[in-house]
């Protein structure tokens, strides 16, 4: 299924580059959404918007996986939609971590922003959403995490 880009998309990153003095191409744009369903994906952007998420994470096995997806960089812009494709905010990576699951700390898991923001909660939650991504294989604790720290430069 091709999916066709939303025009939000579009329109949010000329006024950003706009703000800047820039144009079109002169900068690359990653987009996606948060998780692998529309009442978390909505909430994460959310979380983001209002300055409350500031970190992702991702197995780094997915990104062997889908030949597609390259690790995020420092450096790097993405818009973040919602579910349904449409521009929320721009983000700009600020540091990128590898760490074996059972390595991520009490501070990142509170950076993530979601639940009690404990470290309790972030692995319960990721440990579900993880197995989920991995389908037939089976998710272990010594899988590298890409953990993510990113800022908000455009709403």
Partial sequence: MIRIEDPSIGIMR???LSSLGLEEGDRY???WHFSDNRR???ELAHLVKSGIKTATSSLCEMYD???EDTLPKVGEYSVITN???????IIETVEVT???FRKVEEEFAYLEG???RSLEHWRRMHREFFQRELKDQTFSEDMLVVCEKFKV???
């Fill in 114 to 116: 979601e639940g009690d």
């Fill in 40 to 42: 978390d994906a909505d």
């Fill in 98 to 100: 590898l760490l074996p």
């Fill in 65 to 67: 996986i889908d030949e």
């Fill in 14 to 16: 000329r006024k950003y």
């Fill in 29 to 31: 744009f990653t987009t």
């Fill in 83 to 89: 579910w349904e494709g449409k521009a929320q905010c």
């Fill in 153 to 155: 430069v455009y709403k």
